[in-house]
């Protein structure tokens, strides 16, 4: 759906850059010696005054009140460790976002890929499903699953910016050579240049493409990517944006957690009141400005851990809220204070992994949890269409145990949704994921749970129903039990 007509009036852009050539790049709102051409979030206005609605846009409807935690992370090194072939750091994260924070937060992905690539990566890691997607450093805003574009934050980053005319400018220094068709964006131009031309050219470039009457914004990163965004564009400015528009429908989140590894990624960390998590593992470039500009700043933590577990560590570190993830529990029988569907259903898939992949003991006490949760009459309906007792799934399961040790086989969940449609039942629905050696399949699933107070979880599966993702199903449905 366009938001077309409600965006950022273009004669106020929100740009965070520099007044003159001389000044050091980059700049960002909490450097010492911060000086703009126009104050960080300049312009996030219409003509009349007021930001624009994300929900009267049908963009963002998903929560009723204010989101308790909105998580804004980079990808690449940030929430995915791409030196991590177990996917393991994610793969923590994921259950812990799904079983204590989906149902009352918003997860955004801010990231320097292109939706081409941005799309590639969700095929080749277990990524959840993100609320809000911010692409190509921060020039092009996507909403929910769809995708839906932001046509008029693109819109807005018009002013003083013209593509042919960059393309003109850079072709001038060699040193620069173009990132893949698909990084070049209607707002972005993408290079790779070596670091140590990086900063004579941005100041030569600079003062070439102000002289042609653009303003635009030059990002180092990674040490070895350039890109030239208009200047009221970057991951920073789409973030305030973002805020603004929440604000607006009174709802702005009550904490929001800015995460990343990268240059491109140190605007995020100048907006106003966010907490800040740099990982452990970060480029030099952020590194450096982290430690000139917020070392001493309570609200954002070098973390000590990398990627998806800095996040973790952020969480618990700022008390915003749960920081343990269900995988790094391995008591799947205790009893919680109080009932989270969301966190049972993840616990049980939990225990369905481990089991296959021998993590648990072989034990008649996992089986006996499984089987204490369940309804004597309770009913799974197979993706395959195929409708079994859950005990006899159970069964099915037990002589299983170990048949994926050493292999590939992850479990996981995505988009949980939980509500209680009776006085003791709840309604579960959600996507779950499986990776093995034959593949990546998935399926949509609804549980039905009921209140029974008296076995060790307090409630008992009644129906498990399951559809085939479209393009996901497995090939043999006998290896899919659960």
């Known amino acids: 759906m366009s938001s077309s007509g409600t965006s950022a009036s273009p004669e106020n852009s929100s740009p965070s850059w520099f007044k003159s050539v001389d000044q050091s790049f980059p700049m960002n709102v909490s450097d010492k010696n911060y000086d703009p051409l126009f104050p960080f979030g300049f312009g996030l206005t219409t ?16 929560l009723d009140g204010h989101a308790h935690l909105m998580i804004v992370s980079d990808l690449d090194y940030t929430m995915v460790d791409h030196d991590d072939q177990e996917n393991l750091s994610l793969l923590r994260f994921n259950a812990l976002w799904e079983s204590d924070y989906r149902h009352n937060s918003l997860v955004v992905f801010s990231t320097g890929r ?96 102000v002289n042609r009457g653009l303003d635009v914004k030059i990002i180092y990163s990674g040490g070895i990517c350039l890109d030239i965004l208009p200047l009221g564009a970057g991951k920073g400015e789409a973030l305030a944006y973002l805020l603004k528009k929440f604000k607006a429908d009174g709802k702005l989140p009550t904490n929001t957690l800015v995460c990343g590894d990268s240059g491109n990624d140190t605007e995020l ?101 499984m089987i204490s949760i369940t309804h004597p009459s309770g009913i799974i309906v197979h993706p395959s269409g195929v409708e079994r007792s859950i005990l006899e799934c159970i069964d099915t399961l037990v002589p299983c145990y170990g048949d994926k040790r050493g292999k590939q086989f992850r479990v ?55 559809t085939w993702l479209d393009g996901y199903a497995a090939g043999d449905h006998t290896t899919w039990i659960f």
Request: hydrophobic share 35%; with cysteine; proline share 5%.
């Open 47 to 62: 003509k009349s005054g007021s930001a624009i609605s994300l929900l009267s846009a049908g963009q963002m409807d998903r």
């Open 114 to 209: 292109s939706p081409t690539m941005y799309k590639q990566l969700r095929k080749e890691k277990p990524l959840l499903t993100p609320d809000i997607t911010i692409m190509s450093v921060g020039t092009e805003i996507a909403y929910g699953e769809s995708m839906v574009p932001d046509d008029g934050w693109e819109q807005s980053l018009n002013h003083k910016w013209d593509r042919d005319v960059v393309l003109e400018e850079t072709a001038k220094f060699p040193q620069l050579s173009f990132q893949s068709s698909t990084e070049q964006r209607p707002h972005k131009v993408s290079f790779f240049i070596q670091k140590g031309y990086a900063e004579e050219v941005m100041k030569s470039l600079s003062e070439l493409l």
């Open 269 to 369: 960390f100048s907006v106003p009141e966010v907490y800040g998590v740099v990982v452990s593992n970060a480029h030099e470039e952020l590194l450096k400005w982290y430690a000139q500009n917020s070392k001493d700043n309570p609200k954002i933590i070098h973390a000590t851990e990398r990627c998806a577990a800095g996040i973790i560590q952020a969480i618990g570190h700022f008390g915003i809220g749960p920081n343990i993830s269900p995988r790094d529990v391995m008591d799947s029988g205790c009893k919680n204070k109080s009932f989270n569907p969301g966190h049972e259903i993840v616990m049980f898939y939990l225990l369905y992994e481990r089991w296959r992949r021998a993590e648990v003991e072989n034990s008649d006490l996992a089986i006996h949890n």
């Open 412 to 466: 996981w969940l995505d988009r949980v949704s939980s509500s209680q449609i009776s006085s003791d039942s709840w309604l579960v629905k959600f996507d779950k994921w499986e990776l093995s050696d034959e593949g990546r399949h998935c399926c949509l699933t609804t549980v039905l749970l009921n209140s029974k107070p008296e076995t060790p979880k307090g409630f008992a599966l009644v129906n498990v129903h399951q």
